[in-house]
């Protein structure tokens, strides 16, 4: 089975480098007519440069098409610009990978609060901007392929990274309505946490052979595969030097406790079983929290 995006029209943000740049490239050598839209600067957000037209010059040297897009994630309006402009020039928008970012570490003691925002609106809601601006495109033509960008950091925490942790935990979380919200019309949405040796890591300090192992070209595969007519759908894919996983969020059965033990020393004594993970599951929506309530209380004789 070959993968094609053949007639397909895609965007990707935070394209004019690293693993957007990546993306665009293999996306177009697919058969993807894309716009790259990178606001350039630093990683850091600030300055300006003209990385995406050189992506798309790349993009055009080997046959494909593409357009560049300056605007800021940030501002709604440059969205909606830019997917109108994809729609008039192509005819529709298949594919949205939401890869911009931006980084402003720092531990939470030293952390101004304008950074912790400026964070937070750059990956969570640029990406929920750019979202929304294709949202209604692809409910109409009945076909649409989301993928958000999570991190490490967002699922299982890091230290001086709280503002970029609780944005990216966010687009998890933003996934796991979009994909319901979508399922009707055909919207399939996905979450990747991407290990890549980039302009956002670069100066990290890791030996230089596993910066080279960590290469954007080894992400690639995995989020194209989740934006991809056959993709799945709700899933959150770690992938980087070749290596490539699943990460879920599970939920315990629990323990339902008698009125008289509903006391912090109730919930103290039972700890042991409130976490034991024998029969967790993976819901598919928040509801399913009720159910395993409903089971919980139902082993005591229920609500009666």
């Known amino acids: 089975m070959t993968i094609s995006f053949k007639d397909r029209v895609a965007i990707v943000t935070g394209a004019g480098g690293g693993l957007g740049r990546t993306y665009a490239l293999e996306l177009a050598r697919r058969g993807a007519k894309v716009v790259v839209n990178d606001l350039?600067?630093?990683?850091?957000?600030?300055?300006?440069?003209?990385?995406?037209?050189?992506?798309?010059?790349?993009?055009?040297?080997?046959?494909?098409?593409?357009?560049?897009?300056?605007?800021?994630?940030?501002?709604?309006?440059?969205?909606?610009?830019?997917?109108?402009?994809?729609?008039?020039?192509?005819?529709?928008?298949?594919?949205?990978?939401?890869?911009?970012?931006?980084?402003?570490?720092?531990?939470?003691?030293?952390?101004?609060?304008?950074?912790?925002?400026?964070?937070?609106?750059?990956?969570?809601?640029?990406?929920?901007?750019?979202?929304?601006?294709?949202?209604?495109?692809?409910?109409?033509?009945?076909?649409?392929?989301?993928?958000?960008?999570?991190?490490?950091?967002?699922?299982?925490?890091?230290?001086?990274?709280?503002?970029?942790?609780?944005?990216?935990?966010?687009?998890?979380?933003?996934?796991?309505?979009?994909?319901?919200?979508?399922?009707?019309?055909?919207?399939?949405?996905?979450?990747?946490?991407?290990?890549?040796?980039?302009?956002?890591?670069?100066?990290?300090?890791?030996?230089?052979?596993?910066?080279?192992?960590?290469?954007?070209?080894?992400v690639a595969p995995a989020a194209l595969f989740l934006v991809s007519e056959d993709a799945p759908t709700n899933m959150i894919v770690g992938a980087g030097a070749g290596a490539y996983h699943a990460s879920f969020i599970t939920l315990t059965p629990g323990v339902a406790l008698p009125e008289d033990e509903r006391t912090p020393e109730g919930i103290a004594a039972h700890w042991d079983q409130i976490i034991d993970r024998t029969g967790e599951i993976v819901p598919q929506s928040g509801g399913e929290q009720s159910g395993v309530v409903m089971a919980a209380l139902n082993k005591i004789g229920g609500l009666g």
């Open 40 to 218: 350039g600067g630093s990683r850091d957000g600030t300055g300006h440069s003209d990385a995406a037209l050189k992506v798309v010059e790349e993009i055009k040297a080997f046959g494909g098409e593409a357009m560049s897009n300056g605007g800021n994630v940030a501002d709604l309006e440059q969205m909606t610009e830019m997917v109108a402009k994809a729609k008039e020039a192509w005819g529709g928008v298949h594919v949205l990978i939401n890869n911009a970012g931006i980084l402003r570490d720092k531990s939470f003691a030293k952390m101004t609060m304008d950074d912790f925002k400026l964070v937070v609106d750059v990956h969570l809601i640029g990406s929920a901007n750019c979202t929304k601006a294709v949202w209604e495109t692809m409910r109409e033509q009945n076909y649409g392929r989301i993928l958000m960008t999570a991190s490490s950091t967002g699922l299982f925490g890091n230290f001086g990274q709280a503002n970029y942790g609780a944005a990216k935990l966010g687009l998890a979380g933003l996934t796991k309505t979009l994909y319901l919200e979508g399922a009707k019309n055909n919207i399939r949405v996905n979450t990747l946490a991407p290990v890549a040796g980039t302009r956002m890591t670069e100066d990290l300090g890791m030996p230089e052979a596993l910066f080279n192992a960590l290469k954007p070209e080894n």
